[in-house]
């Protein structure tokens, strides 16, 4: 009864493991330029951050401001966020009507909200 389910475990093992080999291989043409994997995840690092080599900056979008009487709620990068909360390493320092003022490292930064100017018929 168990001998059926241990084969087909290794054969999955197996299976899986063989996927993991050929997944971190890397592909080259005849010319010797690497081919990228379109499915990897934007700034995905293979291998461990060489030294000196500086990470990419983070961007930060405000994505609307919610103001319900002395309170007042953002969502930066798709999350909702009060004053105080920290974000992808940032701080939200200010919420105001049209703008935050966050805090990334040590360095303050404006982001603001696009003003839609409305719909004009033509």
């Not at 001998?3 to 475990?9: D, R």
């Not at 405000?62 to 103001?67: F, P």
């Not at 909360?85 to 003022?101: L, M, N, P, W, Y």
Request: charged share 20%; proline share 5%.
């Amino acid at each position: 009864m168990f001998k059926p389910v241990a084969t087909k475990a290794l054969f999955v093992l197996g299976l899986m493991l063989s996927c993991k080999l050929i997944a971190a291989s890397e592909y080259r043409l005849p010319s010797g330029d690497v081919l990228q994997d379109p499915t990897r995840p934007l700034q995905w690092q293979s291998g461990p951050v060489a030294q000196g080599a500086s990470p990419a900056a983070q961007s930060f979008t405000l994505n609307y401001i919610l103001s319900s009487g002395q309170e007042r709620r953002a969502m930066i990068n798709g999350k909702k966020v009060l004053e105080g909360d920290r974000i992808s390493g940032a701080t939200v320092k200010r919420i105001e009507q049209d703008r935050d003022i966050i805090s990334y490292q040590g360095k303050q930064q404006v982001l603001q909200l696009n003003k839609v100017k409305g719909i004009q018929r033509h």
